[in-house]
């Protein structure tokens, strides 16, 4: 009877009208604090790389991580399943850049000091912290002849020895560049090469693509926004 009674106290105190206030509280201020940071998520983002999908995200991670410590409290065990859970959640997905995690992990500080019902600490984080991306993607986007990073893909026939043919005319084009794969396509008859390069400053893009098809052969190639392979885990 007496173990009975100490559960319902436990419901009771759990439940209690100051604790409910404290977790409405603590979601709130995250919602508002993810609303903060998907704004500039979506401001910062260069055309065509805003993605609405983790933009939703950016806004639900707060609010999630802020209602899960106002429960779990001052529990150890129970903080450690939550950055277990979370961390199952980071290597089982699939980001499309690095500025998409670093966004969510954003959220996920940003929620975490406010479940802990530091409000005003958490608000001011978030805010220095927009700010500064916003002054980054402001000062970036104003910078003129600004090389960048891009991915070549060139394909060679089997009948060219692709060994070192490149060379010259990538290091006349790029500041640097780095063979990331090569791959056998089209039944065997083709070479596929990808690089990653880091243009020159105002350099001439067609004058680039004009010397390599000379040397390929005048088969495929592609030149395209940065992309990192996707690594199997």
Known sequence: METLKQFFDGILEINSGANIINTVA????????????????????KAFMFDEEIGIVVIIVPVVVALLLSVIGTSIARAFSLAGALAIVRYRSVLIS??????????????????????????????LTCAFMV????????????????????????????D?????????YTDGFVLDSVGIV????????????????DA?????????????GNFKILLSQYRPAVRQQ
Do not use: W
């Open 26 to 45: 603590a979601v709130l201020v995250a919602g508002i604090l993810g609303l903060i940071i998907y704004f500039t998520y979506k401001v910062t983002c």
């Open 204 to 216: 001439d893009t067609k004058a680039l693509l004009d010397e390599l098809r000379v040397l390929n």
């Open 98 to 127: 690095p500025r998409s995690l670093v966004y969510i992990f954003f959220g996920m500080g940003a929620g975490f000091i406010a479940g802990v019902g530091l409000y005003l600490p958490a608000l001011i984080f978030v805010l």
């Open 164 to 172: 070192g043919l490149f060379e010259e005319t990538l290091k006349k």
């Open 186 to 201: 089209s039944g065997g008859t083709m070479t596929e090469l990808v690089y990653h390069v880091q243009m020159k400053k």
């Open 135 to 162: 002054v980054y993607g402001i000062t970036k986007s104003r910078g003129k002849g600004v090389s960048e990073r891009k991915t070549l893909l060139v394909d060679v026939p089997e009948s060219i020895n692709y």
